[in-house]
C-alpha cells in the first residue's frame, strides 16, 4: 500500500517529477563523465604505450607522471642501444599541441617502423617531405582532415599525408628532427623506448640501465611498460582523485537540495494528506517512510536518468572531440554514482519526512 | 446524562489549548457517558467544544486532566504511539469535508485503513454487503475528484468502518451536502446503528439531522447542559 501511495504521489504532480529525475540525474552524469572522461583519456594512452612495442621506457630526469621535463640528449638513444639485451632504442620528442590531453609527437619512422612494426595507414603513407603530418583517424574525424588537407600545429602549416589507425604511440606524428627544430629541442628527446632482444629480461635490463652511468647519478626514471602502464591510472595522477571526490561531493550537494526543496513542498501541498493518514491510525513511522520512499525512487529514476544522459555526452563527445576526450563508458561507477545520489535522496528528505511526520493530526486537517 | 458504565465514560474532562501567551479552555470539565449501540447526536454552538471532544475520543491529541475511557482503554494514560493504535481499529472518523485522499482511488482509500490497522487490504465478504447498503460497490475505482459528494461521503463512511471500529465519530456529515444526499447518509448511518449495532457519535448543527440518533446532547463553553 505504500508502494501505491507513493506511485500516485509521484503521478499526482508529474512536472515536479519529472523535474526532480532530472535534477538529479545531471550530477550523475557529471560524475560518470568525469570518471570516463579520466578512465578513456588514461586507457588510450596506455593503449598507446603498449602499441609501440617497446619493452622499457627512459624518461628525463625529474620528470613526472604527466609532464616531461626539458628532455635529454639524443645521443642517449644510441648508448642505449649499445647496452645488453638492447634491441633498439627510439628516441622521441612530445610536444603538447591543444591543452595537456592532445600532444604531437616526433618520431623516426623508419626507427618506429622497426621497432613498432609500423603504422596500420587508413589513408595515404609515410613522411613525405618535412612538412608532412600523419594523424589518427580520431584526430582526422575531430579536425575534418583528408589526406592533403592542411592543419596548423605550434604555428605551422603541416600537409596530412596519412591517416592510421589508433592505437599505436601517438594521434599525431611528426618527423623528428623537423618537430626538434619547431620545439626549440635540437639534439634533444623527451624520452627514449627500448625494444630488447628478449621480454624475458625486461626486469634484469631495467635493474642494469637504474646502475648505469649517467642514469644512476642523475637518477632517470626508467620503467619496464609493463610497469609504465600499471602506473599510470587514476590514483596517482596528481589532483583526479580530490577533483573526483569534489565532483562526488557537489553531486551529494544537488541531490540533497533537490529532494529536500522538491519534498518539503510536496509536504506542505499534502499537509491534510498527512492529517487524513494520521486520523487513519498512520504512524510518523509511516509517514516518514511514505516520504523517503518517493525520495528514494525519484533518486533512483535520476540514476537511470544520468545514466542515459551520460550516454548522451558520450556520444557528444566522441562525436565532437573523439581525440582530445576519448570518452569510454565505466559501467562499474554506475552503483557509485547510484549510491551517491540516493544518499543525498534520503539526506533531502529526511527533513521534510520528520517535518511530515511531527505535524499535529488535528492542525493538518485543519489545513486548507 | 447516563451514569452507568458505558463505551465511552468521560469524568471532568478538561481540555485547555495554548495560543501564543494565551490559554484557551475547550473543555471545561465534562461528564458523559455513551453505551455501546448508542447513537447520539451532539449539538451546540461554535466553540462550544464539540470538535475538541471527538478529537480527544478518536486519540488525535489527549485531554489536559480529567478521565476518558474508551472499552476498557484509558485516553488520559495514552502514549502518542497507543492513541495511534486507537485510530486504526478501536475508532473511525468521518469528516465534513470527506477528507479522502485524493490520489488514491476509493477502494484503495478503503484498503489504506485496512493496511494500517494491519489487516488484509481487501475488505471481509460482511464489508461487501455494506458496501452494496452504502450503494457504491460500482465507484470503487473511481478517484474522489470524479464522485459527487455524497458518494465521496458514503466511501468516507465505508472507510471508517471498515476495520470494525467500536466507535464511529461523525463530524458534520452532511454539512457539504444537498438534501437529498443528507438524507441518504443520515439514513446509512442510522442503517449502520440498527443493523451492525455500531455505536455513532455524530456532531451535527441541523436538528432535523440530529433527531437521527437515539438522543441529543447540547453542549456550551466546553461542557455538556441540559
Not at chain 1, 113 to 127: C, D, E, I, K, V
Not at chain 1, 162 to 178: D, V
Not at chain 1, 306 to 316: D, K, Q, R, T
Request: net charge neutral.
Amino acid at each position: 500500500m505504500t508502494g501505491k501511495i507513493v506511485k500516485e504521489n509521484l503521478k499526482h504532480r508529474p512536472m515536479r517529477s519529472l523535474l526532480s529525475i532530472l535534477l538529479m540525474g545531471v550530477p550523475v552524469t557529471l560524475i560518470l563523465c568525469l570518471v570516463g572522461l579520466s578512465n578513456g583519456l588514461i586507457d588510450e594512452n596506455n593503449l598507446r604505450t603498449r602499441g609501440i612495442g617497446a619493452d622499457v621506457i627512459v624518461r628525463p630526469t625529474g620528470s613526472t607522471l604527466l609532464s616531461l621535463s626539458g628532455g635529454m640528449s639524443e645521443k642517449f638513444a644510441d648508448v642505449l642501444a649499445k647496452q645488453p639485451h638492447v634491441a633498439l632504442a627510439m628516441g622521441v620528442v612530445n610536444q603538447p599541441v591543444e591543452g595537456v590531453t592532445l600532444g604531437a609527437t616526433g618520431i623516426n619512422l623508419e626507427l618506429f617502423n622497426r621497432m613498432s612494426g609500423g603504422f596500420h595507414f587508413l589513408a595515404g603513407g609515410p613522411f613525405q617531405g618535412p612538412d608532412d603530418v600523419i594523424v589518427d583517424e580520431y584526430y582526422a574525424q575531430q579536425k575534418h582532415l583528408k589526406i592533403g588537407s592542411h592543419v596548423n600545429l605550434l604555428n605551422h602549416d603541416w600537409r596530412v599525408c596519412g591517416i592510421i589507425e589508433s592505437g599505436k604511440l601517438t594521434r599525431i606524428a611528426l618527423p623528428l628532427k623537423i618537430l626538434q627544430e619547431r620545439s626549440g629541442n635540437i639534439g634533444k628527446v623527451s624520452q627514449i623506448y627500448l625494444k630488447l632482444d628478449d621480454p624475458k629480461n625486461t626486469d634484469m635490463v631495467v635493474d642494469y640501465l637504474k646502475n648505469l652511468s649517467p642514469f644512476k647519478e642523475d637518477q632517470y626514471p626508467i620503467y619496464s611498460v609493463e610497469e609504465w602502464t600499471s602506473l599510470f591510472n587514476a590514483s596517482n595522477i596528481p589532483g583526479l582523485r580530490p577533483f573526483t571526490f569534489v565532483v562526488i561531493g557537489i553531486g551529494v550537494v544537488i541531490g540533497f537540495a533537490v529532494v529536500c526543496l522538491s519534498m518539503y513542498m510536496a509536504v506542505l501541498q499534502r499537509t491534510r494528506e498527512i492529517g487524513i493518514l494520521k486520523s487513519l491510525g498512520g504512524s510518523n513511522g509511516f509517514i516518514l517512510g511514505i516520504v523517503l520512499a518517493e525520495a528514494l525512487i525519484l533518486g533512483v529514476g535520476g540514476t537511470a536518468l544520468g545514466i542515459g544522459m551520460s550516454y548522451g555526452a558520450y556520444w557528444l563527445i566522441r562525436t565532437l572531440v573523439p581525440a582530445s576526450f576519448p570518452m569510454v563508458i565505466v559501467y562499474v561507477w554506475w552503483p557509485i554514482a547510484g549510491g551517491i545520489t540516493l544518499i543525498g535522496a534520503a539526506l533531502g528528505a529526511l527533513y521534510p519526512g520528520l517535518s511530515a511526520a511531527r505535524h499535529d493530526p488535528i492542525e493538518a486537517l485543519a489545513y486548507e | 446524562m447516563n451514569n452507568g458504565s458505558g463505551i465511552i465514560e468521560a469524568r471532568e474532562l478538561r481540555k485547555v489549548y495554548r495560543v501564543g501567551e494565551v490559554e484557551v479552555p475547550a473543555l471545561r470539565g465534562l461528564d458523559m457517558t455513551v453505551q455501546a449501540g448508542e447513537f447520539v447526536s451532539i449539538v451546540g454552538p461554535s466553540g462550544s467544544g464539540k470538535s475538541t471532544l471527538f478529537h480527544i475520543i478518536g486519540g488525535l491529541t489527549p485531554p489536559t486532566s480529567g478521565r476518558i475511557r474508551v472499552g476498557d482503554r484509558d485516553l488520559a494514560a495514552m502514549t502518542e504511539r497507543d492513541r495511534t493504535q486507537l485510530r486504526r481499529r478501536t475508532v473511525g472518523f468521518v469528516f465534513q469535508k470527506f477528507n479522502l485522499l485524493p490520489n488514491l482511488t476509493a477502494r484503495d482509500n478503503i484498503a489504506v485503513a485496512r493496511h494500517l490497522a494491519g489487516m488484509d487490504p481487501k475488505p471481509d465478504p460482511q464489508f461487501e454487503e455494506i458496501l452494496r447498503l452504502l450503494g457504491i460497490a460500482q465507484r470503487l475505482d473511481h478517484k474522489p475528484s470524479a464522485l459527487s459528494g455524497g458518494e465521496q461521503q458514503r466511501v468516507a463512511i465505508a472507510r471508517a468502518i471498515v476495520n470494525h471500529p467500536a466507535i464511529l465519530l461523525a463530524d458534520e456529515p452532511t454539512g457539504n451536502l444537498d438534501t437529498e444526499n443528507s438524507r441518504a447518509v443520515l439514513t446509512l448511518l442510522r442503517g449502520l446503528n440498527e443493523r451492525l449495532g455500531q455505536t455513532i457519535l455524530m456532531i451535527t448543527h441541523n436538528p432535523e439531522a440530529a433527531a437521527y440518533g437515539h438522543r441529543t446532547v447540547n453542549m456550551c463553553d466546553g461542557k455538556i447542559v441540559e
